[in-house]
């Protein structure tokens, strides 16, 4: 194993509560219901598509809606912080030589300003997809870009759609339970593995060869 590629929210920012406030203030300008608390735990159980669905954001609204929400977290990065026990395994796998990228839908400058703010500056490189559901593409052209295969990475991400991205562009994928989807609908894709801690990574990458 050459290439670690992480997603970013919820798998290394705890962007969790400023995402579900952002999601739910602009509800009434785009015409979907919002979120309540109540349903926070039965929505960690659905697919990406299927909470799109369950909120009533058509697939032709999602392209603003996600591009809104990303410039109203550029205000509140500052905030973010790292998922409990995430800097001390992303500074480890980048002392064993392993070259580490993130491929986000946030924005390649809320990223960056995250890692200079927690002295998270270890990353080869940051991309991101203008799509929600666009990651594959990203993570395509990132293995052109950085002349490595497939083969030779390992994709961790928080999301089902983490999952089906990695899918198409034919990379492995640990899953981690503490971000936005819940361990039963990760499991239920068959990634390569499903993690509930941080240090369980680094012994899973190794494994991973």
Same mark, same amino acid.
């Given at each position: 194993?050459r290439?670690?590629?992480?997603?970013?929210?919820? =798998? #290394?920012g705890? =962007?969790?509560?400023?995402?579900l406030?952002i999601l739910?203030?602009?509800?009434?300008?785009?015409?979907?219901?919002?979120?309540?608390?109540?349903?926070?735990?039965?929505?960690?159980?659905?697919?990406?598509? +299927?909470?799109?669905?369950?909120?009533?954001?058509?697939?032709?609204?999602?392209?603003?809606?996600? $591009?809104r929400?990303?410039? !109203?977290?550029?205000?509140?990065?500052?905030?973010?912080?790292? #998922?409990?026990?995430v800097?001390?395994?992303? !500074?480890?796998?980048?002392?064993? &030589?392993?070259?580490?990228? #993130?491929v986000?839908?946030?924005? %390649?400058e809320?990223?960056?300003?995250?890692?200079?703010?927690?002295?998270?500056?270890?990353?080869?490189?940051v991309?991101? $997809?203008?799509?929600?559901? &666009?990651?594959?593409?990203?993570i395509?052209?990132?293995?052109?870009?950085?002349?490595? +295969?497939?083969?030779?990475a390992?994709?961790?991400?928080? %999301?089902?759609?983490?999952?089906?991205?990695c899918k !198409?562009? &034919?990379?492995?994928?640990?899953?981690?339970?503490? &971000?936005?989807?819940?361990?039963?609908?990760l499991?239920?894709?068959?990634?390569?593995?499903?993690i509930?801690r941080?240090?369980?990574?680094?012994p899973?990458?190794a494994?991973?060869?």
């Amino acid at each position: 194993m050459r290439v670690v590629i992480f997603d970013f929210d919820g =798998t #290394i920012g705890d =962007t969790f509560w400023q995402g579900l406030e952002i999601l739910n203030a602009m509800a009434d300008e785009f015409g979907y219901r919002p979120l309540p608390a109540a349903e926070l735990e039965a929505a960690r159980d659905m697919t990406t598509r +299927q909470l799109m669905r369950h909120l009533g954001i058509s697939s032709r609204k999602l392209p603003a809606v996600a $591009s809104r929400g990303v410039r !109203r977290l550029r205000a509140q990065i500052g905030e973010v912080q790292p #998922i409990a026990g995430v800097p001390e395994v992303l !500074r480890e796998l980048h002392a064993r &030589g392993l070259r580490l990228g #993130i491929v986000t839908s946030n924005s %390649e400058e809320n990223v960056g300003l995250f890692l200079r703010n927690h002295d998270l500056e270890i990353f080869e490189f940051v991309r991101s $997809s203008s799509r929600l559901l &666009g990651k594959a593409r990203e993570i395509r052209q990132a293995m052109k870009k950085h002349g490595f +295969q497939a083969g030779e990475a390992i994709f961790v991400g928080d %999301e089902t759609r983490d999952i089906e991205a990695c899918k !198409r562009a &034919g990379l492995r994928c640990i899953a981690v339970s503490w &971000g936005y989807n819940s361990r039963r609908v990760l499991a239920a894709q068959h990634p390569h593995g499903v993690i509930d801690r941080a240090e369980e990574l680094p012994p899973m990458i190794a494994a991973e060869g």
